[in-house]
């Protein structure tokens, strides 16, 4: 019974582990786009993807495809089986996910090379926003210090008032710091592997940050007017003297890192822009990806049909011919062309091909796949109709051109004698035209 339940064991690994095996890597992914298939133009790069993106329990290493740095299509294979999606509902989830992964990488890069801006969502800039929420708190004693020195009642409403803002604040920097770091992880999972059902929550995760920097600097600048007023109300104390009063002003300034609030809530609007650009861009063209996409599928088909070995080409010719390119230059081959038997199909075929590669090089896929197919079938009939054999002469053969030759000689003779029959009686009879010069 042990043994039974070990094998039965060992068994599912082995499924298990074999379906692990089989999942398709990235260069894997890549490989099949651009080398097994024929999906770009030869002036496009691609790009390797470094995250996977996770659709209903499915994995799928999505390829960015570029002309010039920029977006031109996407293709999407699932890594366990190995197979381009093909859904455009699905797609549409992919493609805007991965899209948003590179442009947002795209971004971050951008903004690290400036000079007048940075990215706020870091370890760093967390642990700033915590060390101002501890010195706001400290704030709140150095307006102790003011209540205690100026015995005015003004004075003591307005410290008390701006205290509470102290604290509003403190805990408003420490939601920040806790805000980023949530956004950090998100980020980092995110990038790690991407789930379309997290591609606006990305977003809406930076947001908060954003918008919470927008509400301290608010805060901030309210302070800043009570800070004014009580520096002023501090001037006037007569029983304090000039040395005091400096003193006490001197405590009622927040300090400098409260100061830099406005300039990180001005970058904080800049970056939340930036990423508003980002999401902007991609819902802006996602359809044209999708479309963009459906004609390389064509074009892949259109490409499979004309150059690559055709199943029913061969079929239909015995195995003559593997691919339509290959018939065609069989079939159409100059002195071999004299010798088919069925002109009409030659014919036709020479026209259909002519169209099956016209549309092609001008990117029709549709028509080319319709008039290549229609190509098949005429090269099938050329073929298999055969040559003239020898008990069936060929349309030119060397003694109906040579019989052509004496029939064509005796009818300008003929014409010749026509036209000139009055000089050549003369000529012939010693007449008075004998000298003239004969025309033709």
Excluded at 87 to 110: C, P, Q
Excluded at 200 to 213: G, S, Y
Excluded at 325 to 343: M, N, P, T, V
Excluded at 403 to 429: P, R
Aim: proline residues 1%; aromatic residues 10%.
């Amino acid at each position: 019974m042990n043994n039974k339940l070990l094998l039965l064991v060992a068994l599912c690994f082995l499924v298990l582990f074999s379906a692990q095996v089989q999942a398709i890597s990235a260069n894997g992914a890549v490989n099949y786009v651009a080398m097994q298939n024929h999906f770009l133009y030869l002036e496009e790069q691609y790009e390797q993807p470094n995250v996977k993106v996770s659709y209903s329990n499915k994995l799928y290493w999505v390829i960015p495809v570029t002309l010039n740095d920029e977006l031109v299509v996407l293709f999407a294979v699932e890594e366990q089986e190995g197979t381009l999606s093909e859904e455009k509902g699905i797609n549409r989830h992919l493609f805007r996910t991965s899209a948003v992964l590179r442009d947002y990488t795209s971004m971050k890069k951008t903004i690290s090379l400036r000079s007048d801006i940075r990215w706020l969502i870091t370890t760093e800039f967390s642990r700033i926003f915590s060390d101002l929420g501890n010195s706001l708190q400290g704030e709140v004693s150095d307006l102790g210090i003011i209540k205690t020195a100026v015995s005015d009642s003004d004075i003591t409403s307005k410290a008390n008032s701006m205290s509470s803002k102290l604290i509003s604040m403190s805990l408003k920097c420490n939601t920040i710091s806790a805000a980023i770091n949530e956004a950090l992880a998100f980020e980092a999972e995110f990038f790690s592997e991407a789930n379309v059902t997290e591609y606006e929550e990305l977003k809406d995760k930076l947001n908060i940050v954003f918008n919470l920097i927008a509400d301290l600097d608010n805060e901030a600048k309210d302070y800043k007017d009570d800070v004014n007023d009580l520096r002023q109300m501090i001037s006037i104390q007569d029983e304090l003297d000039s040395q005091d009063k400096s003193f006490l002003i001197d405590k009622a300034d927040p300090g400098e890192e409260f100061n830099k609030i406005g300039g990180y809530s001005i970058t904080a609007l800049q970056l939340e822009a930036s990423i508003e650009a980002v999401y902007t861009n991609i819902q802006k063209n996602i359809d044209s990806y999708l479309e963009e996409f459906e004609q390389r599928l064509k074009m892949n088909e259109a490409y499979a049909l004309i150059y690559e070995d055709n199943e029913s080409l061969t079929n239909k010719t015995d195995g003559a011919f593997s691919d339509l390119q290959g018939a065609a230059d069989y079939i159409l081959d100059e002195e071999r062309s004299l010798q088919w038997k069925d002109r009409d199909a030659l014919s036709t075929f020479s026209s259909y091909w002519e169209k099956t590669e016209e549309y092609f090089n001008k990117r029709d896929y549709e028509n080319a796949i319709e008039y290549g197919a229609k190509a098949i079938k005429e090269a099938a009939d050329v073929y298999n109709n055969g040559f003239y054999s020898d008990d069936s002469e060929p349309i030119f053969t060397e003694e109906l051109i040579f019989n052509l030759i004496v029939l064509l000689v005796i009818a300008i003779i003929i014409l010749y004698s026509i036209n000139n029959k009055e000089k050549i009686l003369a000529f012939l009879t010693g007449g008075k035209n004998k000298e003239e010069d004969l025309e033709i």
